[in-house]
């Protein structure tokens, strides 16, 4: 089993680090193709990959923050994380058709 962190912002990694999550590998990217059963996979992923993440037998994790609208496009520090609630939310996605 791997958990992979999917993240290109340097404060979501320190967020993380702060957190204490146990990564395997930190990507800026992910090929949800690399991704096996019983995998870990936490970002914030498009649905679509997130979804092709859980049919492959992995487990999406969904870095959820509670951002103020205009705080959007700007790149937030751990703490400015902490202070929009930054948690961890588990997701089963699934393509219906």
Known sequence: ?????????????????EQGLAVDRALAHLDPAQVQAGDVVIGTLP???AAEVCARGGRYLHLSLDLPADWRGRELGAADMRACG?????YRVERVA
């Open 47 to 49: 649905v679509n990959l």
């Open 86 to 90: 930054a948690r961890i939310e588990e």
């Open 1 to 17: 089993m791997t958990t992979y962190f999917v993240t290109r912002h340097p404060g979501a990694a320190d967020w993380a680090r």
